[in-house]
Nanobody
Framework: QVQLVESGGGLVQTGGSLRLSCAAS????????MGWYRQAPGKQRELVAS???????NYAVSVKGRFTIPRDNAKNTVNLQMNSLKPEDTAVYSC???????????????WGKGTLVTVSS
């Protein structure tokens, strides 16, 4: 009923920039929060950044000052602007959203399929 579709991954050199996009569609009453997670080979999935509908943001220490997470509530989209990329940012990045499909419904977690970001040294 709810789909998250990501785009924007790829290969970039150290110091470069990439912008990931995520669009939520389907039966949506509200979304809170929206965010990005990543999982590098051999490592656990970690939160990269999240943003509430009110604009409150949360960033992993490792990306503070380099990444931003703009969100468009009207369009149900969230982006991840990644600057000054490092090889250790290489991972599969997945969009996450806490979606309420009706006014009195529960909030359920939805995930995108993930997009690979590779930063070459």
């Amino acid at each position: 009923q709810v789909q998250l579709v990501e785009s924007g991954g790829g290969l970039v050199q150290t110091g470069g920039s990439l912008r990931l996009s995520c669009a939520a569609s389907g039966t949506i009453f509200s979304i809170d929060p929206m965010g990005w997670y990543r999982q590098a080979p051999g490592k656990q999935r970690e939160l990269v950044a999240s943003v509430t509908s009110g604009g409150n943001t949360n960033y992993a220490v490792s990306v503070k000052g380099r990444f931003t997470i703009p969100r468009d509530n009207a369009k149900n989209t969230v982006n991840l602007q990644m600057n000054s990329l490092k090889p250790e940012d290489t991972a599969v990045y997945s969009c996450n959203a806490g979606v309420q499909t009706s006014r009195f419904g529960f909030v359920m977690d939805y995930w995108g399929k993930g997009t690979l970001v590779t930063v070459s040294s």
